[in-house]
């Protein structure tokens, strides 16, 4: 059983920032690539950004220059910078992982989310 674990959302002006942290737990062997997605309300689920164990990144173009995603193997965490945060970022966001156990299962798992609100 794995667990991932979102910390870091809540209440900024625009213009502010946040630090998002997901941390994974459990019956792990290698994480894969872990994201960071956001769900407004009334609108689809998005992906906001990816990053392999490797370190190779991609965004999405809203965020883009705003946003930095980076990982800590050795603490099966990942982090979501925000920076310049605008209204239209308010969501609810969902850290996902690619999970590979010590048996050689694979899975993608999601965590609860976060709240985030960008408003004055």
């Known amino acids: 059983q794995v667990q991932l674990v979102e910390s870091g959302g809540g209440l900024v002006q625009p213009g502010g920032s946040l630090r998002l942290s997901c941390a994974a737990s459990g019956n792990i062997f290698i994480i894969n690539t872990m994201g960071w997605y956001r769900q407004a309300p009334g609108k689809q689920r998005e992906l906001v950004a990816g990053i392999t164990r490797d370190s190779s990144t991609n965004y999405a173009d809203s965020v883009k220059g705003r946003f930095t995603i980076s990982r800590d193997n050795a603490k099966n965490t990942v982090y979501l910078q925000m920076n310049s945060l605008k209204p239209e970022d308010t969501a609810v966001y969902y850290c996902?992982?690619?999970?590979?156990?010590?048996?050689?299962?694979?899975?993608?798992?999601w965590g609860q989310g976060t709240q985030v609100t960008v408003s004055s």
């Open positions: 996902n992982a690619d999970i590979i156990t010590p048996r050689f299962n694979t899975f993608n798992t």
